[in-house]
C-alpha cells in the first residue's frame, strides 16, 4: 500500500525558514516523480515543486524559484522541501505526492498523495 507522511510544518515569521519532510512507503520502487503542492483557504491547490526520482530534474513554480529546493534521498525514499526567505503568501496546507508516469510537471499524473502539514507564515 503506497503511503506518503509529511512533517515539519508549522508557524514561523517571514524570512525565516522550514525543511518539510515526505517519507514515502509501499512500492516507492515505481515512483517515477515526486512533488510538493500546496493550497490555501479559497485557492486552488497550487504546484510548488517536482522532481524526477531517477534524474532528479527540478521544476519550481515562479513564486518560489530562488527560495525553495526540492532533494530527495532515494536511500531513505524520503523528498524534502527546504524552504527560505518564507513570506505571508506562502501559508498553505503543503502536500507531497507521487507518479509512476514519468511527466513530473503535469498535475494529473499524481495519484498519491499525503495528508498535508501545514506551514503558516507571520508577517
Known amino acids: 500500500q503506497v503511503q506518503l507522511v509529511e512533517s515539519g510544518g508549522g508557524l514561523v515569521q517571514a524570512g525565516g525558514s522550514l525543511r518539510l519532510s515526505c517519507a514515502a512507503s509501499?512500492?516507492?520502487?515505481?515512483?517515477?516523480?515526486m512533488g510538493w503542492f500546496r493550497q490555501a483557504p479559497g485557492k486552488e491547490r497550487e504546484r510548488v515543486a517536482t522532481i524526477g526520482i531517477g534524474n532528479g530534474n527540478t521544476y519550481y513554480a515562479d513564486s518560489v524559484k530562488g527560495r525553495f529546493t526540492m532533494s530527495q534521498d532515494n536511500a531513505e525514499n524520503t523528498v524534502y522541501l527546504q524552504m527560505n526567505s518564507l513570506k505571508p503568501e506562502d501559508t498553505a496546507m503543503y502536500y507531497c505526492a507521487a507518479s509512476r508516469v514519468p511527466f513530473c510537471t503535469t498535475v494529473q499524473v499524481y495519484n498519491y498523495w499525503g495528508q498535508g502539514t501545514q506551514v503558516t507564515v507571520s508577517s
Open positions: 509501499g512500492y516507492t520502487d515505481r515512483y517515477k516523480c
